[in-house]
């Protein structure tokens, strides 16, 4: 479609724009991206501009949001909510200040607006009518529009914006959410509005339990809420664990009260928004007021630290202070003159699936990931999109050539959260598992919701684990970076992973990039762990599924008999479940020689090692401890000395409990040990028992 329209592609457009805010508004489940739905609205808004006896009455233009649901009752606003105006860039901005500077000096000529009536317009931040007005600036929070109508005191009805007159009463949904006040300490008559919102973190959460269920997925945190709110079941409503967010107030028939409560003779906006934590709504996190030369840069402040709020965000909002000014300014077919939405970049695009790559990583998981044309997201092109796993892929239905809406939120890698399955044509193919590894064609195993590569020497697992091996947190190998670990695989310099202990310098100096100094500092520097890193180190760099650096040092304190552990065993180690004990020892089982071999070359350096002997024939073997107060190790560690004894720490003292283990500031439980003749063991006394 070019950018201007002619009347039949702008018919169409009004329909096609019509079915995107049905299912937004009405249906909580969009099938469109916001910006695929705000660059269409622009194109309609600019025919109507130019062909205004033409304007369709059905375009979204001429009206705020959509049809209330017949489910609910209806409920008229004492006062109409709108929609706002939407500026995407600096230069949207200025000309939105332009518009509001002609209307204001178009008011100034009809009735003497301000005392100083001299000033010339010159420059609309510099040197203009608005130029010293106040602007408040709130964060625009993505979810749905409330009205809370308070009477004397008291929450009377909570109403969804609707078409703006009319909405859907909600009330008892509304009442399951904590942080709306059943009642203010404001007599007479006021509507408090805001909007219910879902932290991203309950937005996590919630889709992840509606995964497990095979339910459906909300595709962002605003239909979430959205459809959270739209709930005939009050419960599941209180289940969702929203928040409401005020940004404003609507009817009020008490202005004087208002004025008395912030102690002012004349209250603006922002004064007004002030008051509303001491009406016992949630304090802003954010909240300015300013004149229109410092938006700008608040602008580029607030989008930096977009990311930082608990509630998504999907621009800020300016609002002129002068309640006085507000009304003379008034309000367009759907939204006020006197504010608008500085929109920040789209965090959701539309993207269509070109070819799937699978990659293989560390530890042989084959993982899908999707290419798509370079498209711009949140300031960056990307072009590709993991789809996780298999199962994913085949409960959301995703096919080669499928569009999907794609969404980057916080520094999470982007997700598809949906396929626009109506935009199919029919040359939609479905995709493959593979049977085999990509890489090195070995045939692959199946596991859980996961396909594996099952070669242990597959280049592409080499790779990706001797770059976790050689990594600090590791083995820590100075210089063996992930281009020289690609290298030396793809030249067959590395097929096994132990052979980075075999390279030589004669390997290396003739490779491209290597001098001679360089080949000897890294030889120098793998031969350097041997004999040299601590056994936690070696357990981390194994890269084991589910083992960590705090689970490996946990590991170390058994030594080197940890590889021999049964899974019973490991189970109880403290903080181990099923799933990190089940995957370290069948890694520990399948890999026997491959473990030995190293140990054998690198000889791990073991802090604490004992003998199985030494664990049975102990002090601690098989007692219960527990551990109270300060002590100079943390409690983690002596947790998993004492454990690695053979010892079971648990957290309360009781009758079955053998030793309090007691550090400094012992309090309540040291009291109990003495009441029940419990041995108390002091810090030195174990240090020397344990010899630690
Ligand atoms: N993806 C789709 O298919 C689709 C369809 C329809 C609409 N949309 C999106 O919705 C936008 C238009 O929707 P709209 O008109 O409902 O809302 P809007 O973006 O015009 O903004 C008005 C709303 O912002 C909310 N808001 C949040 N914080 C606020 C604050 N601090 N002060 C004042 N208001 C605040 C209020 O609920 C208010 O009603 C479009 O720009 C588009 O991005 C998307
Ligand atoms: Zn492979």
Redesign the pocket.
Known sequence: MSNILDNSQYQSAVQQ?NL??K???ELDD?????????NL?KKIYEYERNNPNNINPNS?TQR??GKVLQDFSKNSHRKR??????VFDNNDLLQWFEKLENALSRLQKSQSLFDDNTIQYKSILEDSLLAKLHFCI?????????NLFYKNGKLQSATT?GDGEIGELVTQNAKTIKSIPQTIPFHGGIEI???VVLSKKNFDTLNKEREKNNQSLFANPRNAAAGSMRQLDSNLTAERKLDF?A??IGYCDDMQQLCKLAQKNKVGFYDILMLLPEFGFESFVYLESMIPKNIEKEYQKVLNMREDFEFLL????I?LDDLELQEKLGFTQ??PRY?C?Y?FP?T?IVIQIDSISPQVGRTGIITPVANFKPTLLDGAYISRATLHNYKEIERKDIRIHDSCLLVRSGDVIPKITKVLTDRRNGNEIEILKPTQCPICHHSVSYEDIFIYCSNPNCDAIIKTKLIHFASKKCMNIEGLGKSIVELLVDLKLIIQFKDIYYLHYENLFQLEGFKEKKAQNLIDSIQGTINNRELWRFIHALGILHIGEVASKKLAYYGIEIFDKSFEELKEINGFGEEMAQSFYDFCHRNKEFIIDLIQIIQPVIEISRSNKEQQENLFAKKTCVITGTFEKSREELKAILESYGAKVTSSVSVKTDYLIVGEKAGSKLQKAQELGLKVIAEKELKDLLGI
Do not use: T
């Open positions: 724009l995107y805010a299912h937004y508004y969009p099938i469109a991206s916001d910006e695929e739905y705000d609205y979204p705020v949001g909510m709108w929609s706002l105006e939407d709130s964060p625009k929070y993505d979810g749905m529009s409330l914006r509005r805001g909007e967010i940004w404003g999907d621009g800020f909002v609002v759907k939204a504010a939405a929109k789209s959701e």
